[in-house]
């Protein structure tokens, strides 16, 4: 078992982070091309819109709240990983195979990290957006 989980580690924290990081991309380019072609005129009730604005922020969202604990979890099972080798070794490891095996490990925390930052800066940034066209449909129907 141990040895499935240390050659499918990787695999598998760095697909699950890839899948959140496609989706976000996704998402994200799916909503600013929907900000650029919306049209404020064509909704009667402020509530719609909203719906509208925020459809797929909230997936955005979790995605960018939830990827460094994925990072984490791969890093704390490759952690373990690591300290199972050292007690099956007995007094024969080196140094250097701790050190890389650990090193390894903090890789997925990176990633984990490198898909969180860019999807909060998105999420915020379209977020912002559907604030803007919010105001707008309002500033239109004020003057009707």
Do not use: C
């Not at 005129?41 to 997936?59: Q, Y």
């Not at 979890?73 to 952690?79: F, M, S, Y």
């Amino acid at each position: 078992m141990i040895e499935l989980l240390k050659q499918s580690l990787d695999y598998i924290v760095f697909g699950i982070l890839g899948s959140m990081s496609f989706l976000m991309v996704w998402f994200a380019i799916e909503r600013i091309l929907y900000y650029r072609s919306v049209k404020l005129s064509d909704f009667s009730r402020e509530d719609a819109l909203n719906i509208s604005l925020t459809k797929h922020l909230t997936l955005i969202s979790t995605i960018g709240a939830n990827a460094p604990y994925v990072g984490l979890l791969g890093t704390v099972i490759g952690i373990l990983i690591t300290f199972y080798d050292i007690g099956q070794s007995g007094d024969s490891i080196e140094v250097g195979v701790i050190l890389v095996g650990l090193a390894l490990a903090l890789k997925a925390t990176a990633m984990g990290l490198l898909v969180a930052i860019p999807a909060i800066w998105i999420y915020n940034g379209l977020l912002r957006r559907a604030e803007v066209l919010q105001t707008g449909w309002r500033t239109l129907h004020d003057k009707s």
